[in-house]
């Protein structure tokens, strides 16, 4: 299972990006079945995490992006996205996808998100 994100890049405040994350060589059900997620990790601080899906199909999103970010799925694709919009300096990170099936954890490569005021 490789875990394939993609979708940064450098904006200004304000702007939007949308990252996604496909999920290659996992099997649907497990896909469907898994908590999926996306966490950010800026320069000197902790990963933290963004947005997730429970494996019960419920999202959580950190408070400081509520209303701005929007974490949504693909199952057909096996692909997990963020809309990011309204995007400030703070939201500067390496932004990984996580698949958390219950028994193994998978992150992507990570993906670096630039925020110019």
């Known amino acids: 299972v490789q875990l394939q994100a993609s979708g940064g890049g450098s904006v200004q405040a304000g702007g939007s990006l949308k990252l996604s994350c496909a999920a290659r060589g996992m099997i649907w059900s497990t896909f469907t079945a898994s908590r999926r997620g996306w966490y950010r990790q800026a320069q000197g601080k902790q990963r933290e995490l963004v947005a997730e899906?429970?494996?019960?199909?419920?999202?959580n999103y950190q408070d400081s992006v509520k209303d701005r970010f929007t974490i949504s799925k693909d199952n057909s694709r096996k692909t997990v996205y963020l809309q990011m919009n309204s995007l400030e300096p703070e939201d500067t990170a390496v932004y990984y996808c996580n698949i958390d099936t219950g028994s193994r954890d998978y992150w992507g490569q990570g993906t670096l998100v630039t925020v110019s005021s």
């Open positions: 899906f429970t494996s019960g199909g419920m999202t």
